[in-house]
């Protein structure tokens, strides 16, 4: 499978599944654009790292995704865009009753308009270069809900919504939009919520993660960066061009339960 010549555009690429996309995207001959809203030395020498180990160009862009023109501007600041991996994502737990505004503001506004707005600016670039991937990060969440995860279930239901209208927007042009829905993959967005979990169940790390975080997992394995690249990778292969508006679970079963 060659990426050779096409440009990915991975957003909230820094850390986690957007970082290992990025990886298996560029192992398979892409160039890369890596993401987040933060503009450090570390960030751009991740990308040059990069590029360097597969022999691609990779570059960073700092964007802060939960404004929608700067969501717009990464796009048409790299200018072409073959594969669009819409992933940034942010994660807050509480009753609905209890959530802040602010954070349901934000999460939906980070994962779910922001790829509205890539979108929007991509797909024309896409039907210009005769060819294109939307590969949008959803989530198990994106077909169940759990409670405590209000704006986050919401927004990831809602980029299953959006992937599909997409997909028929683009039925009829060699461009498929699909979305990923990963189970638990044990990331910094994870990690983050392990302590509060442990406080709240009197549990320690391991009962966490075995019965809180796998419980709905019947596989009890956390599913890997590297098995999430590898499935957006199958999604831009040829095998994967008459896939088109549909998801697919890496969750170890959770969704068949
Ligand atoms: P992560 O925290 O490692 O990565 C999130 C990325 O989004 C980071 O690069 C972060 O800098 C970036 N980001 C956050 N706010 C941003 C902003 N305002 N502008 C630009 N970038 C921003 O988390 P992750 O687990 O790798 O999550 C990546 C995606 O995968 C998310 O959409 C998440 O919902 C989804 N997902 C994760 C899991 C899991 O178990 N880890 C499961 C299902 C879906």
Same mark, same amino acid.
């Given at each position: 499978?060659? =990426? ?6 991975? $957003? %909230? ?11 298996? =995207? ?40 939960s ?22 994502g942010i994660q807050h737990v509480a009753p609905i009753?209890e959530f802040p505004v602010e954070k349901w503001d934000a999460i939906l506004a980070i994962m779910l308009s ?25 989530s198990?969440h994106? =077909?169940?809900a759990s409670p405590y995860k209000s704006a986050y279930v919401a927004a990831k239901h809602g980029m299953?919504?959006? /992937? ?5 927007? $683009?039925?009829?042009?060699?461009? $498929? ?51 999430? %690249? ?21 969750? %170890?079963?959770? /969704?068949?339960?």
């Amino acid at each position: 499978m060659s =990426l050779n010549g096409k440009t990915a555009i991975v $957003t %909230g690429s820094n850390s986690g599944i957007g970082l290992g996309i990025a990886r298996e =995207l560029a192992r398979a001959g892409a160039d890369v654009v890596l993401n987040s809203y933060t503009d450090r030395d570390e960030d751009h020498a991740l990308a040059r790292d990069l590029g360097a180990e597969f022999g691609v160009s990779a570059r960073y862009v700092a964007a802060d995704l939960s404004k929608g023109d700067a969501a717009r501007g990464l796009v048409e600041e790299v200018g072409r865009c073959d594969i669009l991996v819409n992933n940034a994502g942010i994660q807050h737990v509480a009753p609905i009753d209890e959530f802040p505004v602010e954070k349901w503001d934000a999460i939906l506004a980070i994962m779910l308009s922001s790829a509205f707005h890539t979108t929007a600016v991509a797909l024309p670039m896409m039907r210009k270069a005769g060819w294109g991937r939307v590969v949008n990060l959803a989530s198990a969440h994106g =077909l169940t809900a759990s409670p405590y995860k209000s704006a986050y279930v919401a927004a990831k239901h809602g980029m299953v919504g959006m /992937t599909k209208v997409v997909a028929l927007e $683009t039925a009829r042009d060699p461009i $498929t939009a699909n979305a990923i829905c990963p189970g638990y993959v044990l990331t910094p967005l994870v990690e983050a919520q392990i302590p509060d979990t442990m406080e709240k169940y009197g549990m320690g790390r391991d009962e966490v993660i075995e019965k809180v975080m796998l419980e709905r997992q019947p596989s009890k394995e956390f599913a890997t960066v590297e098995q999430i %690249g590898g499935t957006a990778v199958f999604l831009c292969s040829d095998a994967a061009a008459q896939i088109t508006g549909t998801t697919l679970s890496v969750d %170890g079963g959770w /969704t068949a339960l």
